[in-house]
């Protein structure tokens, strides 16, 4: 008996590591879940006429739990993921304030082999927080930008200050001949200035904005005021109006006879 038992001893042993090997190979796959903390959120696609802070600003991070294969989870770390938010996907040009955006599966984006990323997944409801403020900060660019040590959010909030580009611009009013007849006496225009945003490059070269022409030979003699259009802002310029329904201005003027 123990002649046939050292006959098979090498079969047996090789059969007992095969055993233990499978077992082990089950185990890596088994699907484990894992917590991550400090996971890094991204802004892409931030529109030019708005700025994100600068450094020693942090961008806020979240936390997510993810699961896959034991062998692969248990050797990823956080700064391997992020959540990338799309501005381009987000309306950003009305004066609204904050703006709330939800964290979805679909922006969870990983830095690991192609291999590797499919075999994980985020947990369901996971996230945390969830929702990320994105709090809109005019910035006057003829003065200082704003500071973000007086600005106030809760310790649960996570919030991403953008700096709007503006300035403060005078609207001029150009206008046609007048009769030979006549003298322009006063000519005022409602609003007065308007306040324009764009690229930092397009809102440093713009000195005034204008309306459209305003031509005495098609308007009344007796002072009526005159709707006038915005020239070169709005949709598919460069530059926008704050805010963007602003379409025109009211054109006050008088008019009187030349003395003879």
């Known amino acids: 008996m123990s ?5 098979n001893i ?3 042993l090789f059969a007992l590591l095969l055993a233990v090997g499978i077992v ?8 484990n879940r894992r917590n991550l903390s400090d996971v890094q959120i991204v802004v892409d696609n931030v529109p030019e006429n708005f700025s994100l802070p600068s450094d020693p600003w942090i961008s806020p991070t979240v936390n997510v739990a993810i699961q896959g294969p034991r062998n692969t989870v248990e050797f990823v770390r956080s700064s391997q993921f992020s959540f990338h938010i799309d501005l381009a996907k987000i309306t950003l040009s009305g004066m609204e304030s904050p703006i709330n955006v939800l964290l979805t599966h679909d922006m969870f984006k990983m830095n690991l082999p192609e291999e590797d990323r499919l075999r994980i997944s985020v947990v369901e409801g996971s996230i945390y927080p969830s929702q990320v403020t ?11 930008k704003p500071s973000l040590t007086n600005l106030e959010f809760p ?3 996570k919030v991403i200050p953008l700096f709007r580009i503006e300035k403060l611009v005078p609207l001029a009013v150009p ?7 006549v003298v ?3 000519l005022s225009v409602d609003p007065a200035d308007i306040l324009i945003t ?11 904005v204008s309306t459209t022409i305003l031509d005495f030979s098609s308007i009344p003699a007796d002072a009526r005021p005159v709707f006038l259009h915005l020239q070169g802002l709005g949709r598919g310029f460069d530059i926008q109006p704050v805010p963007d329904t602003i379409r025109g201005a009211t054109v006050f003027y008088e008019i009187q006879q030349k003395k003879r």
Do not use: C, Y
Not at 3 to 7: I, M, P, S
Not at 134 to 144: A, G, K, R, T, V
Not at 198 to 208: L, N, P, T
């Open 3 to 7: 002649r046939a038992f050292g006959e």
């Open 155 to 157: 310790s649960n909030q």
């Open 198 to 208: 764009g690229s930092m490059d397009a809102v440093q070269r713009i000195q005034s």
């Open 184 to 186: 322009l006496k006063q």
């Open 10 to 12: 090498g079969l047996k």
């Open 134 to 144: 994105f709090s809109i900060l005019p910035w006057n660019i003829d003065q200082e």
């Open 175 to 181: 206008h046609g001949t007048l009769p030979d007849d």
């Open 24 to 31: 082990w190979i089950k185990a890596q796959d088994k699907i």
